[in-house]
Each structure stands twice: as structure tokens, then as C-alpha cells.
């Protein structure tokens, strides 16, 4: 978020640094903005589906994002976030310790995602799971949920986020098969392809809020929570080097890839939830670098 500041102030000299050192600063400030609100009310961020956005407001107001109470830190900030499907306009309400109220309808840039579409599959053979893994499976889902309600004071969140693991990216977020004509569960992730056991560091600082080493689809699972709500989740790790409780600093080693639970083959899959709201990692950090 900070990298946005820097970029609305310093354009000119950032566009003559990417010509100079590559073209790393441009895909950042796709959809980032600043819409100020009042003179000292501002958001910061990715108005766009997946996006989050930094709000600054005076200490001790209240806000209301989408009809919802949220957590405003003791020196104003806050945070909110839209969903892949997330209607154009988003009521955000603000009152101010100094009486002003503020209602905004939020805009929200539609997005473009890649769906594939395949027809003539013959029917699905695959059975319904047995009671055993159906009740696993809600446990695990309950578990994950209950992670993601933490609404800690903290705002890790305000780092400017960096890659928990490098490698080629095989997967996006937002994506989506519509089998003979069934859409299936989007793809909430960014995966990135990476050999079992690369390393994964904590992309922003936080608190861990699940360490479960198999999870029936997710398998070796990690939660960290930036603070306010917003938390990262690992999937498909070979080993966990951390457990529920620590708290982790930006860069610190947290796990290795694996290819565990449910999936194709060895890749790091990273989500990010602002509660229920899922947003994109990669709206986050700068374009991958896999040299
Ligand atoms: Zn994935």
C-alpha cells in the first residue's frame, strides 16, 4: 500500500527507474488510487474485484462497510476489501468523533476472469464421499472459518507484502471450469509452481491461526493473520515450521511446499481472506521474478 503513495508522488521518477531496471513498478499501480473522501478522510488501494483498500480516517470514528461495524485502529486506520463477484457499489459509512457523517457509495471495477468452459464430459463416476471424510471435512471447513473471524488491533497488514515463494504462476485467482455446463467452485488462490520442499516465507507479518499438517483438501495448512481480519492461508505444504499462536515476521521461513491434500502436483496455492470476503494475493505484490 505504501508503494502506491510513493508512486502517486514520485510518477515520473518511478517510470524513468522501470525504464532503467526493468518494467517492475507498472503492473503494481494497475488499479491502485487514492479517492479521498474529505480532507482527512482517504482510501488507498485496488477498487476492483479482489482488491483491498486502506482507509485513514480521524482516530475514534466508526465505520460501516457494507452495512457491517468495522475495526478502525487506534490511529485511524482501517481496511476493507470487495469479492470476485462483488457488486459494483459498496455502501461504506463514516462518522466522525467531530459529528460529520459521510455515505459513499463505493465503485468497484468489474474484472475480466479466465473461464473454461468444457461440454461432453461423460458423467461424473465419482461417488459421494463416505460419512467419515463428510464429517472430516465440515470439522476442517469449521476449523478454517473460525481463524478467519480473529479481529486483532494489529495492522501487519500495512507492509508492503512480498512473495512467499518464487516460481513460475500456474494458477489465478478468479478462475473458473464450467463443466457441461456446471460452474464449479472458482479458484481463489495464486499458485505457484515450486518443487516440494522450496521454502515459503511470511509475505507480511502476523499471527498464526491454523497450523493443521493435513487437512483433507488443503493438506499441510497454514493461517496468518495480518491484523483486522485479513489473513493469509497456505495450502498443500510438506512441512509446517510453526504452530498455532506465534507470531511470524515478514521473511520468516513459516513452511515448505508439498503437493498435499488435494492437489495436482507440488505448487504453493496462497488466498487471502478479509473475513468471508475472499481477495486476490496478487493485487499485493510487485510481478513475480523468477530469475
Ligand atoms: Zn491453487
Redesign the pocket.
Known sequence: MKRAIIFQYFSPLIQSLSLVFGLSFISLNLYAEIRTLSNDINLEGNFVQGGLVIGKTPPNSRVIFDHKSIRVSSNGTFIIGFNRDEPSKVNLEISTPDGRAINEDIRVNKRQYNIQRIDGLPKSKVTPGKPEVLSRIKKEAAQAAHARKRDDERFDYLESFIWPSSGRIS?VYGSQRVLNGKPKRP?F?V?VAAPIGANVVAPASGVVTLANPDMFYSGGTIILDHGHGLSSTF?HLSKLLVKTGDRIKQGELIAKVGATGRATGA?L?WRMNLFERRVDPQLLVPPMDTK
Open positions: 494458477g479458484h488462490g499458485d495450502l505448487h496455492d
